[in-house]
């Protein structure tokens, strides 16, 4: 019973929701894993209260509106995720310069990041606002969603021009959550998106029940987020006043470092999407896609155990920049070993038992008429336990700023996976586009990783620096 007892200690001690004393190190260690651990838990409950959610809307919304109007709403929901790398990674940007000068508990720097970074978010909603202004009048909007109907066209217009504004408006409201993410405080941003989560979901019973068009029932699925972003921004500053933006806190040099950092985190994102969510794309282009089917859907049970690594690990990216910053750079080490290993064991356990599973699963899903072969299953079980490792590694990279050889190392990865990829699909069949990806991660994105940690950990003191010593800098700061 004494282990027992002492791991329930250990969690109440985590799990409280009153804050540790950070006076001191092994204080400040307590508290940044009460926040990565609130932050995954709350992250883990918003998932799957949107899933719930999911699972209730989708056939409500598809029986109200039919498979054509549905479809279209489809269609308008993947341009505006297609979308979402249009603030160019300010966000990013936002978020790990809060954690810097968070750590260096600096109030006046953290009002001119967040004014500045604002001032940036609103400039680019004002460029996408007036080209969304001009454009729309003319985008022959049949062609656009490929329909033969001018009625159905004109809905779809309007529920596009729903979509778009909230897409533009989203974008500096957004600085709300990446402010609170950069303090560690992303429980709350998933707490509220949780609950707006509920309010578009009683939205759209209340449009259906009063047979309102398809521009109100894209308003009622995101009134939630609209309130929860607002919601989220009162909670940060009711809160934390001083951090209020004001004209005077915009800071032309704080505005070039969250900008050159978004930059950065920018052409990261772009690499991966371009290198590691195009194997769909090249399957169709080389087998056919009528072969897409046959990946995509064993594919996509395997992403469930990526994402659940990703939600549990992002809360702990703003937290090695504080951490460094402060430093704190035993609990940096302790951290990252840590999650390294708690990832890869989870991945290494889950994965081979999906791979056996799978078959009937998909079965069951989907009947008898796709067939995944069982090379493909354990190629993929291999490919997800080797994400989940570098799900932890980038975290580290990212919080410490090392940034610059990572989007490069990234770029040529993406460009080789890519290229490698269609020749081992035309070889060996879908399974090479899995096979180009773990090739190149393991040959390229891997030794680069080693080398760039062992670096960052060399320049690491082993001891503790304590908050009386200057304060240091970012150890890599965009390298």
Known sequence: MGP????????????????????????????????????????????????????????LTYRYLGPERYGLWMVLVSFITAMNVADLGIGN???????????????ELMREYLTSGLGLMMIIAAVLGLAGACAYAHIPWMRVFNVKSAVVAREGARAFLVLYIWFVLNIPLNVANRVQAGLQRLYWSQTLVAAGGVLSLLGLFLVVWLHGSLAWLVFASIIGQIAGLIANGWVLLSGRPWLFPRPRSYSNKAAAKIFHLGILFFVLQCATVLGFTSDNIVIAQVLGAVAVAVYAVPQKLFAIITQLVTIAVLPIWPAYGEAMVRGDYPWVRKAFWASLRTTVTIAAILCPVLAFGAPWIIRVAVGKTLHAPISLLWVLAAWTVISAAWAPVSML????????????????????????????TRRLGVMGVCLGSITTQLLIMGPVAAYLIHGLFKKMPHQPIGRGASQPQPVLSAE
Do not use: C, W
């Open 93 to 107: 940007g936002i978020m790990s310069a809060i954690a810097e000068a968070n750590g260096k508990d600096d109030r």
């Open 397 to 424: 990279l990212n919080g410490a700023e090392v940034l610059k050889v990572q989007a490069t190392a990234m770029v040529i990865s993406s460009l080789a996976n890519l290229g490698l990829s269609i020749y081992l």
């Open 4 to 59: 027992l007892i002492a791991i329930a200690e250990r969690v109440r001690r985590i799990l409280r929701f009153r804050p540790h004393d950070t006076s001191t190190e092994h204080g400040r260690s307590l508290e940044r894993l009460r926040r990565v651990v609130l932050s995954a838990l709350a992250s883990f409950g918003a998932r799957g209260l949107g899933l719930l959610s999911s699972l209730v809307s989708i056939p």
